[in-house]
């Protein structure tokens, strides 16, 4: 039984620039995900995965369509709040400590101090990342990096995970340990979660799969993988 509508796309497109020289970086798409819909987005670099996945997290505003999130409300109710995205590349603070990093979201949703480390210090552990909370960004490998924003994206126990290529700078370890604990945090909260890979390894350990390319969601809606 599929759980709630978190995210509406219809007709949704974006082209950047204009005129002779506007990039069409995603052509106009229909996708629907519920609560508890777990979904490998694929296709190659440049293919429009991070484009449509910038639109679902409410990032940018589609050239055309129509994007709605009818569980989680208005656009300007996302973040920090019911949707968490994690980025393909370096997102933390440099002035801040790991730990300080990873509860920066629920101090900003109003949290308590002291319950938003409480909280920051659950998800590190959850990523076996205790041992790295009073260093700062500087001082922490780009994999380790990529795993404290995984933690700091799941603090708040979202409703809609989106992951943008997250194991496509670390190791084979850690992507595995990145994947596991993005499915976990799901699995857990009934959360709904996308995943924009280009790795079938990463792809694999997720039950339904989308195919983009050249800007065009070609999937049927819905369907699972064969």
């Not at 997102?91 to 300080?100: A, D, I």
């Not at 997720?206 to 969601?217: F, K, N």
């Amino acid at each position: 039984m599929s759980g709630p509508l978190l995210v509406r796309c219809r007709g949704v497109g974006r082209t950047y620039g204009e005129g002779p020289t506007a990039t069409v970086a995603l052509q106009p798409a229909d996708c629907d995900l519920e609560a508890g819909a777990w979904i490998a987005l694929v296709g190659p670099s440049g293919s429009g995965k991070s484009t449509l996945l910038h639109l679902m997290a409410g990032l940018d505003e589609p050239t055309t369509g129509l994007v709605e999130w009818p569980a989680l409300g208005d656009r300007r109710d996302l973040r920090p709040g019911p949707v968490a995205v994690i980025f393909q590349g370096p997102s933390l603070l440099p002035p801040l400590t790991v730990e300080e990093n990873v509860a920066l979201p629920l101090v900003l949703a109003g949290a308590e101090d002291d319950q938003a480390h409480v909280a920051a210090r659950e998800a590190l552990a959850a990523l076996d990342l205790l041992d790295l909370t009073e260093k700062l960004p500087e001082e922490i490998s780009g994999g380790q990096a990529q795993r404290v924003a995984v933690a700091r994206a799941l603090t708040g126990e979202p409703q809609l995970i989106l992951a943008d290529e997250p194991t496509g700078q670390v190791d084979r370890s850690n992507g595995a340990a990145i994947v596991e604990a993005l499915v976990a945090a799901a699995d857990a909260s009934g959360a709904g979660l996308v995943v924009a890979t280009h790795d079938p390894t990463v792809a694999a350990k997720l039950p339904r799969r989308w195919e983009m390319h050249s800007g065009r969601l070609e999937t049927t809606l819905g369907r699972e993988p064969a």
